[in-house]
Each structure stands twice: as C-alpha cells, then as structure tokens.
C-alpha cells in the first residue's frame, strides 16, 4: 500500500482485505479536477444579483467581479451564488452583449438570442 494512496483505514481478515478510502468533506473549487457550478449568461448581472438577493435560502458570494482591459473577454462580469439545495451557480454578462471575441481560432458559443 503507498503512503499517498489516500487511504484511510484498513482491516484484515484472513484473505479479505477492506480498505477504507478518506473523504473530503470540502466541496470543490470550480478550478479543482471534478469541480463544477452551471453559468447562466444575463443581460444585466447588477439586476440579476438584486433579484436573488431577495430568494430565501440563496448565498451571493463576492462581486460582481470583473476582468482586465486587454483579457480576451474584456468587459465580462460574474458572481457566484449558492442554490438552498448546495448547488453553486454563476451570473454572467458581458458590458458589450457579447460573451468572447477571444483570439483568432479560439471560439465560443454565444449567449442564445432572444426570442419572442
């Protein structure tokens, strides 16, 4: 057994070996592997934030937070928010209504239009 192997625990007995894996009680980060939140795109991230503010059970988080002048999504503002069932969501808006001119070659698809 290595060291690292993330175990916590083992029993023996006779040929039967249980080992007990350690677990984490801390919820991922987005940036961790496994990690993950869904981003809902907005027009306007202040009216959405206002809005969920008065939503029994939801955690804003920091922000709006926004990104550099020369970030390939310049103008793009985002902040987190906690559902009452644990699930972690991002606001997301861009000041120029689209989401990513990026870099040559690099794409992203777009918010969907509106419809009606």
Known sequence: MHPRDGTAGTHQSGAVRVQCPERSTAQPRNSDIGGHHLA????????????LS??????????????AENSPVAGQRWFYFTTPWGLQMEITSCSDGTFYRGRPGERMAPPAERRG
Do not use: F, S
């Open 54 to 67: 008065y939503v029994p059970g939801v955690t804003l988080m920091d922000g709006p937070n926004g990104v």
């Open 40 to 51: 809902l795109y907005v027009d306007d991230v202040d009216a959405a934030r206002a809005y």
